[in-house]
C-alpha cells in the first residue's frame, strides 16, 4: 500500500478515536439543550467525574472502606459510574438548574460553568493534578490487532465500535420510539405537552440525567486511553462546543455526525501540518459560522 | 336542558381570575355545563375566551377562583395532573400539531386519561384523511387535517370533557362542515364540550347555551331556545 495513504487511513483511525468523545459528548449536550435549553458548561467536568469514578472503583474504594483486595473493573464500572454520574446530574438539575428555568439562560451557563470550578477545584485538591493512569483495562482488550494497513490497540477499535453502537441506539430512542416522540414534543411546546398529561418536569430531570449519563459513559471510555485529571474535561469541552456550533445546536444526527467527522478531519489533519490539527477545527466553526449560521445539520431561520 | 334542571354540573367554574406576568387577563369568570352537554364562549379577539380554556388547563402564570370538575378543586393541581384527573382532553389554538413527529407520533403522544377511548382504526374511521398520511411530518398536513388529528389525538385518550378552541379557524367551508358533524356525533356520544368559536353559524345549531366573554367576564348567558329572539344582542356583542 502507498506509505501516504496507510498514514492517512493510520491517522484517520486515530482520528476516529478522538471523534467518539466528540460525538458522545456533543450527542449529550445537543440532547440537553433541545428540552431544557440549558448549555450545559458542567459537561466536561461530568466527563472528568466519570473517568475519575472508574479509577476511584478500581484503585481507590477498596483501600477506602478496608478491603484493600476490592478493586471493581472495566464491566461493572462502564454500567456503574454512568449511574453515578447521571444521578449527580439530576441532583444538580434538581436542586439547582430547576430554579434557572424562568430567567434568561445566561444564569444557568453561568451555574453549569461554576460546578465545573467546584467539581475541578475537588478533585485537584484530593488527587494529582497532573493525571494517574487507569490500570483497570480488561485483559480480553490488552494488545494490538493488525487491521492491514496499521497494526490498532484492540481497547481504542473496542470504544470506536462501542460508541458508534451507543450514539446509533440514542438515535433510534430519540427519534423512532414513543419515548423519544415525547421528547421531541417536549422540546418543540412544553406547555402543551404537559396539559397532555406529561410529567415534564420529572421527563426534564431524566433527560439531564441521561445526557449527564452519556458524559459520564465517555469519561468511563476515555480512562484507559487518557491519563484521569482534574482538567481532562475543561481541554475537550472547548473542542466539543466548537463541534456543537459546527453541527447545530439541539440537532442529535448532527451532533454525532459532526463529532465522529471532525475527529476525523483533525486526524487527517496531522499527516499534512501538524501544528494545524488543533486548530482546524475551529477554523471549520469560523467557515460555518459565516456560511450557515445555525450550523449544517441545524433548523434554517 | 337549562341551567335550572341541572342537578350536579360536571365544569363548574367561579370567579375565575388568571394572569400572564403582571397582565391580569380573567377578571372573574363564572360557568358551568353539566356531562353531555355542549357551551361555546363567543366573543372578540382578545376578550379572554381561550385564556379561559388554558386556565382550565393551567396553561397561565397565575389563577384564583375555583375550577370544579364533578365536584373537585382543580386550581391548585399541577398541570401534567389536569388532563389526567379530570378526563379532559384539549385542542389548543392552532392546533397544536408538533412539527418533528408524524401523524401516528402525534395521535400516540398523549397519554390515556381513562376507559373508552376510541381505537386507533376508529378514529382513522371518522377521519378517513388521516387513515392515507400516517407516517406524514406534522409539517407537511394541511390545516383541516392538522385539525382532525388535533381532534382525534384527544378522543383517543378516553377524554370525556373536550376544551375545544376555535377549530373552524382558518378552515375551507366543506372541512367546517365535516367538523359540525363530528361535533354532533361526539354529542350525541356523550361527551362533553367548551367550544370557543368565532363562526357562530357554526356554533349556533350545536350549543345548549352560549356565554358571552368580554374583557375577561362573561357579560351575557344565552339559552338555546332564546338565540332567535336574542339576535339583535349577539350581533352587537360579536361585531368587530
Not at chain 1, 74 to 102: D, H, N, Q, S
Not at chain 2, 198 to 205: G, H
Not at chain 2, 224 to 238: A, G, I, P
Amino acid at each position: 500500500m502507498d506509505p501516504m495513504i496507510r498514514l492517512i487511513l493510520a491517522q484517520g483511525m486515530l482520528g476516529l478515536n478522538n471523534g467518539v468523545f466528540y460525538a458522545m459528548l456533543s450527542l449529550g449536550l445537543a440532547v440537553i439543550f433541545g428540552l431544557l435549553n440549558v448549555v450545559n458548561f458542567a459537561h466536561g467536568a461530568l466527563y472528568m467525574l466519570g473517568a475519575f469514578l472508574a479509577l476511584i472503583l478500581y484503585s481507590y474504594l477498596g483501600t477506602w472502606i478496608g478491603m484493600a483486595d476490592l478493586h471493581i473493573g472495566f464491566w461493572p464500572t462502564l454500567i456503574l459510574a454512568p449511574i453515578l454520574v447521571a444521578c449527580f446530574g439530576m441532583l444538580i438539575e434538581r436542586f439547582l438548574l430547576r430554579r434557572l428555568y424562568k430567567l434568561d439562560p445566561i444564569y444557568s451557563l453561568l451555574l453549569t460553568f461554576g460546578v465545573t470550578l467546584v467539581l475541578q477545584g475537588v478533585f485537584i485538591n484530593f488527587f494529582n493534578a497532573s493525571g494517574t493512569p487507569y490500570p483497570g483495562m480488561p485483559e480480553s482488550l490488552k494488545g494490538v490487532t493488525n487491521l492491514g494497513f496499521m497494526m490498532f490497540p484492540k481497547y481504542r477499535l473496542f470504544v470506536i465500535v462501542f460508541s458508534i453502537i451507543v450514539c446509533l441506539a440514542v438515535w433510534f430512542m430519540i427519534e423512532r420510539t414513543r419515548i423519544g416522540a415525547r421528547l421531541r414534543a417536549g422540546t418543540e411546546n412544553p406547555e402543551l405537552v404537559k396539559a397532555f398529561g406529561i410529567n415534564v418536569p420529572l421527563m426534564v430531570m431524566l433527560t439531564f440525567g441521561f445526557g449527564t449519563g452519556l458524559a459520564g459513559l465517555a469519561g468511563v471510555l476515555a480512562a484507559p486511553i487518557y491519563s484521569v485529571s482534574p482538567l481532562m474535561g475543561a481541554n475537550l469541552i472547548i473542542v466539543i462546543f466548537a463541534v456543537v456550533v459546527i453541527g447545530g445546536m439541539g440537532s442529535i444526527m448532527g451532533a454525532v455526525v459532526t463529532g465522529f467527522a471532525l475527529g476525523l478531519v483533525e486526524g487527517v489533519t496531522k499527516v499534512f501540518y501538524a501544528p494545524a490539527a488543533n486548530t482546524v477545527i475551529f477554523l471549520l466553526m469560523v467557515i460555518v459560522l459565516l456560511v450557515r449560521p445555525s450550523g449544517l445539520f441545524g433548523r434554517q431561520g | 336542558m337549562s341551567t335550572a334542571t341541572m342537578t350536579k354540573p360536571m365544569l363548574k367554574i367561579e370567579n375565575l381570575h388568571a394572569w400572564y406576568g403582571e397582565s391580569h387577563v380573567l377578571h372573574g369568570i363564572d360557568l358551568e355545563l353539566g356531562e353531555g352537554q355542549l357551551i361555546t364562549l363567543l366573543g372578540r379577539n382578545g376578550a379572554g375566551r381561550s385564556t379561559t380554556l388554558r386556565a382550565i388547563m393551567g396553561m397561565v402564570d397565575r389563577r384564583e377562583g375555583s375550577i370544579r370538575i364533578n365536584g373537585e378543586e382543580f386550581l391548585t393541581k399541577p398541570p401534567h395532573r389536569i388532563s389526567p384527573e379530570g378526563r379532559i382532553g384539549y385542542c389548543p389554538e392552532e392546533r397544536g400539531i408538533f412539527a418533528s413527529l408524524n401523524v401516528e407520533e402525534n395521535l400516540m403522544l398523549p397519554p390515556d386519561v381513562g376507559e373508552g377511548g376510541m381505537s386507533v382504526e376508529e378514529l382513522f374511521e371518522m377521519f378517513p384523511n388521516l387513515a392515507n398520511v400516517r407516517k406524514r411530518m406534522g409539517t407537511r398536513l394541511s390545516g383541516g387535517e392538522q385539525q382532525m388529528l388535533a381532534i382525534a389525538r384527544i378522543l383517543r385518550t378516553g377524554s370525556r370533557l373536550l376544551l375545544l378552541d376555535e377549530i373552524t379557524e382558518g378552515l375551507a367551508p366543506v372541512i367546517v362542515k365535516t367538523l359540525g358533524r363530528v361535533i354532533r356525533d361526539l354529542k350525541s356520544r356523550g361527551y362533553t364540550i367548551v367550544l370557543v368559536e368565532q363562526n357562530f353559524r357554526f356554533a349556533a345549531p350545536l350549543a345548549d347555551r352560549h356565554y358571552v366573554i368580554e374583557h375577561g367576564k362573561v357579560v351575557d348567558v344565552i339559552e338555546h331556545d332564546q338565540v332567535e329572539t336574542s339576535m339583535d344582542r349577539l350581533n352587537h356583542y360579536l361585531s368587530v
